[in-house]
């Protein structure tokens, strides 16, 4: 049944994580809670599994899925189940990655460019020794095969859950190397997304920001907010 805005009726009580061998599964009224794709949601570690118990138990009177952004991130990496595909994804970043790319002009931009991404390739060629090549322009150079078999091995062993949100997190940022110090907790979630607009602001501190532009960002800001969140909810501290 659903209410009067048309979203599903809340249709359960209480909700629960139980411990199973597969993982922390999330029961709605002791039923299991399902994915679209009609599977379990099933979390790889109890914190992500309470954080998305809590999701549910804030639910009102009619279901907000918008409400549920962690449930959402972790559903879609147990239906689509595209490992190797998502490791692929990260690693083929590598050549085109927005912190390798820098402006020719004007110098204050390209000056905060290097303030605000040479700090992320010293820490990858340090963390990971993947050393990138930077370039001026948009032509597109080649990147050391050595940083790229680095990286893969440090991503070996990697489940599904955790290569979706750092495919993710890819995405949103243009780069991997990015979407790797979220992971690894480098520098804090906000600072990471800073970087990742750097160009943006920019050009919306010299040209003006639109009420769209705005609006926008803030839209993508929350997304990687909770693909931050929840590869957090994934480490073991």
Same mark, same amino acid.
């Given at each position: 049944?659903?209410?009067?805005?048309?979203? =599903?009726?809340?249709?359960?009580?209480?909700?629960?994580?139980?411990?199973? =061998?597969? *993982?922390?599964?999330?029961?709605?009224?002791?039923? %299991?809670?399902?994915?679209?794709?009609?599977?379990?949601?099933?979390?790889?570690?109890?914190?992500?599994?309470?954080?998305?118990?809590?999701?549910?138990?804030?639910? *009102?009177?009619? $279901?907000?899925?918008?409400?549920?952004?962690?449930?959402?991130?972790?559903? *879609?990496?147990?239906? &689509?189940?595209?490992? =190797?595909?998502?490791?692929?994804? $990260?690693?083929?970043?590598?050549?085109?990655?927005?912190?390798?790319?820098?402006?020719?002009?004007?110098?204050?931009?390209?000056?905060?460019?290097?303030?605000?991404?040479?700090?992320?390739?010293?820490?990858?060629?340090?963390?990971?020794?993947?050393?990138?090549?930077?370039?001026?322009?948009?032509?597109?150079? =080649?990147? %050391?095969?050595?940083?790229?078999?680095?990286?893969?091995?440090?991503?070996?062993?990697?489940?599904?859950?955790?290569?979706?949100?750092?495919?993710?997190?890819?995405?949103?940022?243009?780069?991997?190397?990015?979407?790797?110090?979220?992971?690894?907790?480098?520098?804090? %979630?906000?600072?990471? #997304?800073?970087?990742? $607009?750097?160009?943006?602001? #920019?050009? &919306?501190?010299?040209?003006?920001?639109?009420?769209?532009?705005?609006?926008?960002?803030?839209? $993508?800001?929350?997304? #990687?907010?909770?693909?931050?969140?929840?590869?957090?909810?994934?480490?073991?501290?």
């Amino acid at each position: 049944m659903s209410g009067s805005s048309g979203a =599903p009726s809340r249709f359960y009580q209480s909700v629960f994580v139980s411990h199973t =061998p597969s *993982g922390f599964e999330v029961l709605l009224d002791e039923r %299991p809670l399902k994915t679209k794709g009609g599977n379990k949601l099933v979390a790889p570690t109890e914190k992500l599994a309470d954080a998305v118990r809590a999701e549910w138990e804030a639910q *009102g009177e009619t $279901i907000d899925l918008t409400a549920t952004p962690l449930t959402n991130l972790l559903a *879609g990496a147990i239906d &689509a189940d595209a490992a =190797p595909q998502w490791h692929a994804d $990260i690693i083929g970043y590598l050549k085109s990655d927005l912190l390798c790319y820098r402006a020719e002009a004007p110098a204050a931009l390209t000056e905060r460019q290097a303030d605000a991404w040479d700090e992320y390739l010293d820490w990858a060629r340090t963390e990971f020794g993947a050393a990138l090549v930077v370039t001026a322009g948009v032509m597109s150079v =080649p990147q %050391p095969d050595i940083a790229a078999k680095n990286i893969e091995a440090a991503l070996a062993g990697a489940d599904r859950e955790l290569l979706a949100g750092l495919r993710t997190a890819t995405a949103i940022t243009g780069s991997a190397i990015l979407a790797l110090a979220l992971w690894k907790r480098f520098r804090t %979630p906000a600072k990471i #997304f800073a970087a990742s $607009i750097v160009d943006e602001s #920019f050009q &919306a501190e010299q040209w003006g920001d639109d009420a769209e532009a705005s609006a926008r960002r803030e839209l $993508i800001e929350q997304e #990687f907010n909770a693909v931050a969140r929840y590869l957090q909810l994934l480490g073991d501290d």
